[in-house]
Structure formats: C-alpha cells, structure tokens
C-alpha cells in the first residue's frame, strides 16, 4: 500500500546497528545517510521505536532517554503532519509513559487527517478513561464500536467499561459502585447498565461475534481463521467445510440462541441452500428490541435463561 521504503530503511538501520558495534562508524554513518536519503521521517520513526524500547542504562537513563525519544518524534509528526504512523507511535509512547493528555493531543492531530483510524479511536478511549473523562470516552468507544465492532481490543473496552444508564457515561470498571459523571448506582453495587454498544448498532454488528464464536467452535477453527470470518463468509466456498459441518454449525446456533434462532427462517433464505453465508446466521436469529437484556458485562440478547439466574 504505502510506499515509504519500511523494509529497506529497517534493514539500513540494521546495517547501521551492526557496523556501529564493530567500530566501523563511516559504514554506520553511510546507512544512516542512505536511508535519511529515501525518506527521513520512516528513519526518525524506525529510529524512535528502537530507542524506546531500548532497556540499556539506568531506570533514570531510561527514562530520560524515552522523554527525548518522545520529544523527537512529536517533531518528525508536526513537520510531517500525514505520517498517521509517527502520530499512532507518538500516542502508544506517550500512553506508555502515562502522559494522557498528550495522547489526546496525539490522537486529535492523526484523526484529523484519517478520521477512521480504529487503533488513534482505541488509545484516546483508553486515555480518556485515564483521565476520568467518562462522558467523552463513552463517545470515542461507540465511534471505536461503529467503524470497528469486532476489534479485539474494542471488544475488550466495551466488556469492560459499561455504560451509565442514565447519562451514558462510561463505568471505570465493572465494579464501579456509581457513575462518576452523574453518581446514579454501579454495575458494582447491583445497578443497571447499558451497553456501548446498544446506542450505535444494528443487529448484525450485535451478534456478529457471538455468532463467530458459535461458528468457531462448532468448527473448531485456530484463531487465525476466525479473525478472518466477515458477515461476508460463506463457509463452504471461503472456508471450505462440507455440507455436514455447515449443519453442525446450525444445530450449536439452536443450543446457543434457543427458539430465537429460527432454523426454518434460515434454511428459507435462498443462499442457506447453497451455502451458509454468516449474515444470514444472525438474520435468522429473532429479537426485538425491547428483549435486549443488558448485563454488567455487556450485551446479552436473549437467549435460553440460566439456571442459576436469580
Ligand atoms: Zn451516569
């Protein structure tokens, strides 16, 4: 996609490490000289991240070294203010070393020139959770939730940050006995909430990862795999499974949704017959709105009723 000569600068960069070791500065000097020559900002970032995680030195020498680190590589953002890289790196040091409003900041600048990033939506999530600021964090994590609801690290947010139900802010934790915004009563001390995810989306972004799992399951697919699963797949023709694996996958969808999953509904749709194409999976599943329960872990929709439910 991009060409900014990643791999021949890593490699320059490389050599430099390496002629550096053996003494030989002038063949240091002249990878680093080559590499500055293809493109300087890709170097200054290469450079930024090596140093970062570099452990050498005292923990005083670390740090220090990690805030000059940080310093540089907010120059190379602003004099290259496109290079969506050198903000996201900026952001994940700058949360690294616990500056949160400097992750805003970071963040503010990259989104403005790709508005849709999901990994800049996920730091100044997490960043404004830091920082306290519960009401704006409930509005980055259901961006993160539109434009990404199945990223492993949105799902990981949105379980555990629920949402108030009274002003929509988010909950610090799971545990959280009141909403710091607006003080109504916590997931932690028997309150009711909301789910992030309630307020952005439809069915099918709903129920797409708990269908996945379903489907992962029933299929026993490594996870590779299944990080590969869209609505989109079709499991015979993109996955490759038989016509008996497809029924297996419906009978665990009848044990994991009960009578909302409508098999007869399914096997209905034209493309069922064919194949077994992922939206129509959870097109086949029945929910009303108003039946959506809501748990201290987020979304549950409904399902046979728990035994041990009180
Ligand atoms: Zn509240």
């Excluded at 079709?234 to 490759?240: A, C, Q, V």
Aim: proline share 4%.
């Amino acid at each position: 996609m991009s060409d900014f000569h990643e791999e021949t600068i890593i490699q320059l960069v490389d050599r430099h490490s390496q002629a550096a070791m053996l003494g030989d500065s002038d063949a240091a000097q002249a990878s680093l000289h080559e590499a500055r020559e293809l493109d300087p900002a890709t170097l200054e970032i290469e450079l930024a991240k090596r140093a970062f995680l570099s452990e050498l030195g005292t923990p005083e020498e670390i740090s220090e070294r990690r805030q000059r680190v940080v310093a540089r590589l907010g120059g190379v953002a602003v004099a290259a203010p496109d290079r969506i890289e050198a903000w996201r790196l900026l952001a994940e040091m700058l949360g690294r070393l616990h500056n949160y409003e400097g992750v805003l900041r970071a963040t503010a600048s990259g989104l403005k020139r790709e508005p849709n990033h999901v990994a800049l939506w996920v730091m100044r999530s997490t960043a404004q959770i830091e920082l306290q600021q519960f009401d704006s964090a409930a509005r980055s994590l259901r961006h993160c939730v539109k434009i990404a609801p199945t990223n492993n690290q949105v799902e990981s947010l949105v379980r555990h940050h629920p949402a108030c139900r009274a002003c929509y802010s988010l909950f610090p934790s799971v545990e959280a006995k009141e909403c710091t915004m607006c003080g109504a009563l916590g997931p932690g001390a028997g309150g009711k909430v909301a789910s992030v995810r309630m307020r952005s989306h439809s069915k099918f972004d709903l129920y797409f990862p708990r269908v996945r799992q379903v489907v992962a399951d029933a299929l026993q697919m490594p996870a590779r795999i299944v990080n590969l699963m869209t609505l989109d797949t079709l499991l015979k023709r993109h996955f490759k499974r038989t016509n008996q694996q497809c029924a297996l996958v419906l009978r665990a969808m009848s044990r994991e949704f009960g009578a909302s999953f409508d098999a007869e509904l399914f096997r209905s749709a034209v493309v069922g017959y064919l194949d077994l194409l992922i939206a129509d999976l959870i097109r086949a599943i029945k929910a009303e709105d108003g039946v959506i329960e809501e748990t201290d872990t987020g979304i549950r929709v409904p399902v046979k009723r728990k035994p041990s439910s009180a």
